[in-house]
């Protein structure tokens, strides 16, 4: 099947820096990527929608400023988390949809997150 | 109400036992249907799709009935590999969002 790395795979960092995680399709073109956050027990959470060459649409109650989402190339998208605080700390990972694709998304390993 | 509602469980089971696990989605625009499954601190894994005519693949058996928003996931001869959380996820149709459920753990013991 469809591979999607996530790097790094997890980050330990200091309140207030901010932190970028990187989502590559390694073997298709992914027109679409998706960010979810997963706190302890809790399901996925839908973030923002990342189209190719556009900007992210946010889901409500995400703060674009704050979750800042690029997705320059077919095989990449990034996520940064602007100013992390430790209720930031959560498992973010990414799925990827290829653009020939309607219903399937393939997703990354996720990375592990804590802000101290 | 959360668009898909699951049980969370946890199911604790032997070896070998069957397990049937239920999920219900308030929204009747929903198309699609999938059982995803979880392992600790990984990410989700597609289990199989959900058909309307019901599907099986190996060990598990996933049922949809529309007409009361209901999906089901049953799995025979349990194993210890078995043990993970199963997500029930739906979306609205093609190129939509995928919706996720809480998930429900599952628990197979020697």
């Known amino acids: 099947g469809a591979v999607v790395s996530q790097h790094p795979s997890w980050v330990i960092c200091k309140s207030g820096t901010s932190v970028k995680i990187e989502c590559r399709s390694l073997?298709?073109?992914?027109?679409?990527m998706f960010w979810y956050r997963q706190f302890p027990k809790q399901s996925l959470m839908l973030m923002a929608t990342?189209?190719?060459?556009?900007?992210?649409?946010?889901e409500q109650g995400v703060e674009k400023d704050k979750f800042l989402i690029n997705h320059a190339s077919l095989t990449l998208s990034t996520l940064t988390v602007t100013s992390a605080h430790p209720e930031d700390s959560s498992f973010y990972i990414c799925s990827a949809r290829h653009a020939t694709s309607t219903d399937t998304q393939y997703f990354g390993p996720g990375t592990r997150l804590t802000v101290l | 109400r959360k668009e898909v509602e699951q049980d969370p469980g946890p199911f604790n089971v032997p070896e070998g036992a069957t397990v049937a696990f239920n999920c219900t989605y308030s929204n009747s625009a929903s198309q699609s249907f999938f059982w995803y499954r979880q392992d600790c601190r990984k990410e989700p894994k597609l289990l199989m799709s959900?058909?309307?005519s019901g599907n099986e693949d190996g060990r598990f058996t996933a049922q949809l009935n529309r007409a009361s928003q209901y999906i089901s996931l049953l799995i025979r001869d349990s194993k210890l590999s078995d043990s993970a959380t199963y997500l029930c996820?739906?979306?609205?149709?093609?190129?939509?969002?995928?919706?996720f459920g809480t998930g429900t753990r599952l628990l197979v013991s020697p």
């Open positions: 990342s189209n190719e060459g556009s900007k992210a649409t946010y």
């Open positions: 959900v058909y309307s």
């Open positions: 073997d298709f073109q992914a027109t679409t």
């Open positions: 996820v739906v979306n609205k149709g093609a190129r939509e969002k995928l919706v």
